[in-house]
């Protein structure tokens, strides 16, 4: 009997993980973003070389995370609920502004070299944080019209930005 309760899979399980897993890669992220903020960007030493090379890593699953996983999985029609399906078309424009952003970081501080990361980082860093906090912002929307408002956001993945 206990293995038949088991066995017993639920309903959206399959979405639960990919938005679970999402936020995993979302708290990661957050966790990174707040480390780097916190050290001086105007003398980008090695620490802070690791710091942002972990976080770029980090963005770019994070992304790819919504990317192939929500968003991929409502454009390409398999979604059938009405309230999802308008939510998604609603914030994917915004959602996708935000994706261009990250990609752009990205390029721009993969391979920077220490005057651009003196000069530049700490600005571009604090939009970047602005254009996440929109995504997360409007991803806790989709999450909620996919999952329901019983479904929790992890605290950490919804307050840390």
């Not at 980090?58 to 454009?75: K, N, P």
Request: with cysteine; proline share 3%.
């Amino acid at each position: 009997m206990a293995k038949a309760a088991k066995a017993v899979k639920h309903p959206r399980s399959g979405t639960r993980q990919l938005i679970d897993d999402m936020l995993t890669q979302r708290t990661r992220m957050l966790k990174l973003l707040c480390d780097l903020s916190q050290q001086d960007l105007k003398h980008a030493d090695d620490a802070v070389r690791e710091t942002l090379d972990d976080f770029l890593s980090v963005l770019v699953d994070y992304i790819a995370a919504g990317h192939f996983g929500l968003y991929e999985r409502i454009a390409m029609g398999s979604e059938r609920r009405t309230p999802v399906v308008e939510t998604a078309r609603e914030i994917y424009p915004r959602i996708a502004d935000t994706t261009v952003a990250a990609v752009e970081f990205n390029e721009r501080y993969g391979s920077a070299d220490p005057t651009t990361l003196a000069q530049r980082l700490a600005r571009d860093l604090s939009t970047l944080g602005e254009e996440v906090t929109t995504r997360i912002e409007l991803e806790d929307r989709l999450i909620q019209a996919m999952l329901g408002t019983d479904y929790a956001i992890p605290q950490v993945a919804a307050t840390a930005h």
